[in-house]
């Protein structure tokens, strides 16, 4: 099987579907990857056969699937000109870093290994995009960080935001607002399940709150930590 751009966008998100699975898991659900496509599960079913008979994922009906060594691979490729066309357009065309997802998504099946890798050298071998995931290098390798999030962290101790998971424009919007980027210095003051909500110490000792998701959705490290991804 040739590589295409719907090839490319399922292993990509089988890809990221199992950097989501809980420790005892070892399979992408089949509804799972078929609602993050936005495809029936029938449809869903059929190309993952495909990609199996193609060496690129193992399947297991009625449990699910996962990527192949060689399925991996392609996958951190993908991810890799999607994230280097990400920080791209931020740094260089000067889009914001909530308007870039979408754009990428197209550009990312229509750009030459060549340019990409002109683009890697031109930003500085960068190790992340603008939201904070991890770039792939040329090879597919990933580096892989362990980082708490806003409630998994310590109480009362200063924090650097890594990294944000949710990249729906209207929520980078919301965390930008609340200077909550990657970089940002913070502290986590206060937890309250029954209100659902997350005081934090930021920028010039501000206070801001936060529900509980979204709070799970910005990674942090100590502050002097010297790796970020």
Not at 4 to 21: D, M, P, Q
Request: aromatic share 4%.
């Amino acid at each position: 099987m040739l590589p295409s751009s719907t090839v490319e966008n399922y292993l990509k998100a089988i890809y990221l579907g199992e950097g989501h699975l809980a420790d005892d898991q070892r399979l992408v659900p089949m509804g799972q990857l078929a609602s993050a496509l936005g495809v029936a599960p029938g449809t869903a079913t059929t190309m993952v056969k495909a990609l199996a008979e193609s060496g690129l994922v193992e399947y297991e009906p009625y449990n699910g699937v996962r990527l192949s060594a060689a399925g991996e691979k392609l996958a951190a490729l993908v991810l890799r000109r999607h994230r280097l066309i990400e920080l791209f357009l931020v740094r260089v065309m000067g889009l914001g870093w909530d308007e870039v997802h979408d754009e990428a998504e197209q550009l990312e099946h229509h750009v030459s290994d060549r340019l990409i890798e002109r683009i890697d050298e031109m930003l500085g071998r960068p190790e992340v995009d603008p939201h904070g995931d991890p770039i792939p290098k040329a090879d597919g390798h990933v580096a892989r960080h362990e980082f708490d999030t806003l409630l998994t962290c310590p109480l009362g101790e200063r924090v650097t935001v890594t990294r944000v998971t949710d990249q729906e424009a209207p929520f980078l919007r919301f965390i930008e607002q609340h200077n909550l980027m990657p970089g940002e210095s913070i502290e986590v003051e206060a937890r309250d399940e029954v209100s659902d909500s997350v005081r934090l110490k930021g920028r010039s000792d501000q206070r801001i709150t936060i529900g509980m998701r979204a709070a799970s959705k910005v990674r942090v490290s100590a502050s002097d930590a010297s790796s970020r991804g």
